[in-house]
């Protein structure tokens, strides 16, 4: 079955950095079209960054340029690499297939960007 497991979360003060890496297995993760996504409390999960199986990367305008997402199909990881972090970048944050997810998400790695 699929399993999607985030790592690399955790507390930074405005301006710093964090890289998120999550591992994929139970499905063809080289084909896969794949997403970060992050929920903030009381608001809808949203889709903050893609990459295609051909490496085609795309990122919501509210994080362009801070944010990079990058695959490895050899360890059947995709990473999130994010800079210049806002408060209002605190959320969970899970990857998942994008477009469309798969119906099982994992269990997201906490992001708090806080003085």
């Known amino acids: 079955q699929v399993q999607l497991v985030e790592s690399g979360g955790g507390l930074v003060q405005p301006g710093g950095s964090l890289r998120l890496s999550c591992a994929a297995s139970g499905f063809f993760f080289s084909i896969a079209n794949m997403g970060w996504y992050r929920q903030a409390p009381g608001k809808q999960r949203e889709l903050v960054a893609s990459?295609?199986?051909?490496?085609?990367?795309n990122y919501a305008d509210s994080v362009k340029g801070r944010f990079t997402i990058s695959r490895d199909n050899a360890k059947n990881t995709v990473d999130l690499q994010m800079n210049s972090l806002q408060p209002e970048d605190t959320a969970v944050y899970y990857c998942?297939?994008?477009?469309?997810?798969?119906?099982?998400w994992g269990q997201g790695t906490q992001v708090t960007v806080s003085s």
């Open positions: 990459i295609s199986n051909i490496r085609d990367t």
């Open positions: 998942n297939r994008w477009n469309p997810p798969f119906d099982s």
